[in-house]
């Protein structure tokens, strides 16, 4: 790259495409080339040419139905050591293309509105964002997760250099951090459509709107900058090599190079919207723009194209007209311009633009300080009559602006006080843009000697018969000899058998003595309640009735004040076949909403916790493992919101994601996998205990075993960094012995 200071001049206009250009990033192989993506539905593989000054497309790829608006590279795998190509387009989907071949490798179908940006990742992963209002997570040809929160079209995605964490940007104006899946902050301060997203460093990262700002964020939240220059939408924006400044195009036929926070350099197009941009590895920005030519500048004089091309683009410019309606010059009297002298005064800094008069018509000019001269940039056409609201505020030497340049050569823009989408063909479609807690852990409620404490004990589950449930023995005892992975993947659910049946029933029956009218049991109620507890306790050989879970219904639906003691007899009862079988085919799964409810945030811990373990004990049949996997999306999710209850919700949680682990192995569902190592990120960022790390450690191996794709995918999320914090654990030993095996996998 030329040192800083210089100015980017024209190296070359490259021809090919049929319509806008949309989309443009640089290339791994060939070195130093780019691929474009047009509204022609194609995206095109341009190299160096012989002479080192221009570019020749080498490969031309079809595949979309409708317009291509992005693209970005897949970086080197040793399956595709030079990596692949990938495309979004109007027609919902992503092709998959090699650098060698026009037809797609394969197709990512899965949004159901335009996919409108791509980012690439580690370990093969894709982030790609849509009209629909969500972005998509791919590793190879499957999605592994979608991130919802949006309330409007996903306009720009990027994947952070810290795994696991991603940006999104959209026409809901705010901007999203998503770690492993789940969104941990909202950005806000754009006062319109966010379009584009770049990175700066692990830190900090910059944005653009329709709002005609850019501004510069830490990941932590906070806004450090706000840089004004461009008159209208930004559509997209690049940063320099090493960080040293960015550029940005928008809808106010421009191009602008930023250096040290300031715009240093001012270039307009004979283009209406110059929609996208990127940066090769040498400085020299390449742009597209909606009269389908691509145009590559540089600073270098070296590869500065002739001057009869300079000249050429110049007449170019200088034939476009300025359209009233569109809203960029200012609001400026024709009679009260001055004449062709003016131009005689030097500007006062680059992209100055200043009006003249001259025979009748009206002429915009820009000011070159690399150049020391005025350069024509249009004709004004008819009159003053578009709104701010059409562009934002624009100045215009201290006067709000009221004006834009057209350009799309020979032709203008409608005159309808609307604006023309020239990628929709109809009036600008922004998708969905408008006009304009933690729970903290209580004090336990159930105290003093002998009384019923639902959850309390030992930080551990003590499973039926001392007998280690992950490795069938007794407890382990530390060695000096070769350990072997004992640890997973596990085979069977893990459930929650501890009870003591007299202090339940105690309780039960306490309650129900100051229970409303409404709710109390009578005397045979709760004596058919105990039966139930003594035929699911193994203490009688009676089969549950139907007259027992029927009361147990009814004291499930008790107030959330009274009601834990009968969570925990649906607790236990769960895990009897026929009260399985009950609970998990009924007809609606009431029973199953009714448990969820309980999960609530803002809940009872002690019922949060009863929840969660009769959520793991419904694993221990078919029946029961079939109801948990169809509705996993919404109990995992539910699940979650428990994150910040006391040690005991945390290790039922982390038992609930080891269930789940167990049958996505069996089952291998990658999309499922990927939501369970969400899971398994979020809730190792908040976990203390060492009971639930472990269980959270076994879940984890257990779902990447035998699984290259679940691998890759947790190294992109960043789960291996959360993982090695726990080798140097030295009791319980398993905690460590486990983490050591982990790590042998990523």
């Known amino acids: 790259m030329a040192s800083d200071g210089g100015a980017y001049r024209l190296r070359c206009s490259l021809l090919g495409h049929g319509q806008d250009v949309r989309g443009?990033?640089?290339?791994?192989?060939?070195?130093?080339?780019?691929?474009?993506v047009s509204r022609d539905r194609t995206a095109r593989l341009w190299a160096l040419d012989g002479l080192n000054r221009g570019f020749t497309e080498i490969h031309c790829m079809s595949g979309h139905s409708n317009f291509v608006s992005c693209v970005c590279i897949i970086p080197p795998s040793e399956l595709y050591p030079r990596g692949l190509i990938a495309t979004g387009g109007n027609d919902h989907n992503i092709c998959i293309f090699t650098i060698d071949n026009p037809a797609p490798l394969y197709i990512l179908k899965g949004h159901k509105n335009t996919v409108c940006s791509l980012s690439s990742g580690k370990f093969g992963t894709l982030l790609s964002g849509s009209w629909d209002t969500?972005?998509?997570?791919?590793?190879?040809?499957?999605?592994m997760m979608t991130l919802q929160g949006h309330t409007a079209a996903i306009w720009a995605v990027i994947i952070l250099p810290e795994q696991g964490l991603?940006?999104?940007?959209?026409?809901?104006?705010?901007?999203?951090?998503?770690?492993?899946?789940?969104?941990?902050?909202?950005?806000?301060?754009?006062?319109?459509?966010?379009?584009?997203?770049?990175?700066?460093?692990?830190?900090?990262?910059?944005?653009?709107?329709?709002?005609?700002?850019?501004?510069?964020?830490?990941?932590?939240?906070?806004?450090?900058?706000?840089?004004?220059?461009?008159?209208?939408y930004i559509y997209s924006i690049s940063v320099f090599p090493q960080c040293k400044g960015f550029v940005t195009t928008g809808e106010d036929r421009s191009l602008r190079i930023w250096k040290k926070g300031e715009c240093a350099q001012t270039i307009r197009l004979p283009a209406q919207s110059v929609w996208c941009c990127c940066v090769l590895d040498n400085g020299d920005i390449v742009v597209g723009a909606s009269d389908g030519i691509i145009r590559v500048f540089t600073e270098s004089l070296e590869r500065t194209a002739s001057a009869e091309e300079i000249q050429a683009f110049e007449y170019e410019l200088s034939?476009?007209?300025?359209?009233?309606?569109?809203?960029?010059?200012?609001?400026?009297?024709?009679?009260?311009?001055?004449?062709?002298?003016?131009?005689?005064?030097p500007g006062t800094r680059d992209g100055q633009t200043r009006l003249i008069e001259d025979n009748g018509k009206v002429e915009a000019y820009q000011w070159s300080v690399s150049e020391g001269r005025w350069i024509k940039i249009g004709d004004v056409v008819g009159s003053s009559g578009a709104t701010q609201q059409t562009s934002g505020k624009v100045l215009f030497e201290g006067k709000v602006a009221k004006f834009i340049m057209?350009?799309?050569?020979?032709?203008?823009?409608?005159?309808?006080?609307?604006?023309?989408?020239?990628?929709?063909?109809?009036?600008?479609?922004?998708?969905?843009?408008?006009?304009?807690?933690?729970?903290?852990?209580?004090?336990?409620?159930?105290?003093?000697?002998?009384?019923?404490?639902?959850?309390?004990?030992?930080?551990?589950?003590?499973?039926?018969?001392?007998v280690d449930p992950y490795t069938g023995m007794g407890a382990y005892q530390s060695s000096e000899a070769k350990v072997e992975n004992i640890y997973f993947p596990k085979k069977d659910a893990v459930t929650f058998d501890k009870?003591?049946?007299?202090?339940?029933?105690?309780?039960?029956?306490?309650?129900?003595?100051?229970?409303t009218e409404e709710h109390k049991l009578t005397e045979d109620d709760l004596t058919i309640l105990e039966k139930l507890l003594s035929a699911t306790c193994n203490t009688s050989a009676e089969t549950p009735t139907a007259q027992q879970l029927q009361t147990l219904w009814r004291a499930v639906n008790w107030p959330e004040d009274i009601v834990f003691p009968a969570l925990d007899i649906l607790r236990l009862s769960v895990r009897h076949p026929t009260v399985n079988e009950n609970f998990c085919n009924e007809k609606d799964h009431v029973h199953l909403a009714i448990l969820l409810k309980f999960l609530n945030p803002k809940g009872k811990q002690a019922n949060q916790l009863l929840a969660l373990r009769a959520l793991c004990n419904c694993f221990v049949s078919q029946a029961g493992q079939k109801l948990m996997m169809e509705h996993r999306g919404e109990i995992m999710t539910q699940a979650i919101e428990t994150k910040s209850g006391n040690k005991n919700i945390h290790i039922a949680l982390a038992t609930l994601t080891l269930n789940y682990a167990v049958c996505l192995h069996k089952d291998n569902n990658i999309e499922g996998k990927a939501q369970c190592l969400s899971v398994i990120s979020t809730v190792m960022e908040v976990v203390q205990d060492l009971e639930a790390v472990f269980r959270l450690l076994v879940a984890l191996g257990t779902l990447i075993s035998d699984d290259t794709n679940a691998v890759q995918l947790a190294k992109a999320l960043g789960v291996d960094s959360q993982v090695k914090k726990y080798a140097s654990v030295l009791e319980p030993a398993k905690v460590k012995e486990c983490c050591r095996f982990v790590l042998n996998l990523l």
């Open 166 to 232: 991603m940006l999104t940007g959209s026409a809901d104006k705010t901007i999203k951090l998503w770690k492993a899946g789940r969104c941990e902050r909202t950005f806000t301060g754009h006062e319109d459509c966010v379009r584009g997203l770049a990175i700066l460093s692990e830190m900090e990262f910059l944005s653009c709107a329709n709002d005609a700002t850019v501004r510069r964020w830490q990941i932590s939240g906070a806004c450090l900058n706000v840089y004004y220059g461009h008159t209208n």
């Open 319 to 345: 034939q476009a007209s300025i359209d009233p309606k569109t809203g960029d010059l200012g609001d400026i009297n024709a009679d009260d311009l001055p004449g062709r002298e003016h131009l005689k005064d």
């Open 406 to 466: 057209d350009n799309t050569k020979g032709q203008t823009l409608s005159t309808s006080s609307e604006f023309s989408d020239p990628f929709t063909g109809a009036g600008r479609y922004v998708p969905g843009s408008s006009s304009g807690s933690s729970t903290v852990p209580g004090a336990d409620p159930f105290t003093g000697a002998g009384r019923y404490v639902p959850g309390s004990a030992s930080n551990e589950v003590a499973p039926v018969g001392g």
């Open 134 to 143: 969500t972005a998509k997570v791919w590793l190879n040809d499957r999605c």
């Open 499 to 515: 009870a003591n049946p007299s202090q339940i029933l105690g309780k039960l029956k306490e309650l129900n003595s100051s229970a």
């Open 24 to 36: 443009l990033t640089r290339s791994l192989f060939p070195p130093g080339g780019f691929v474009s």
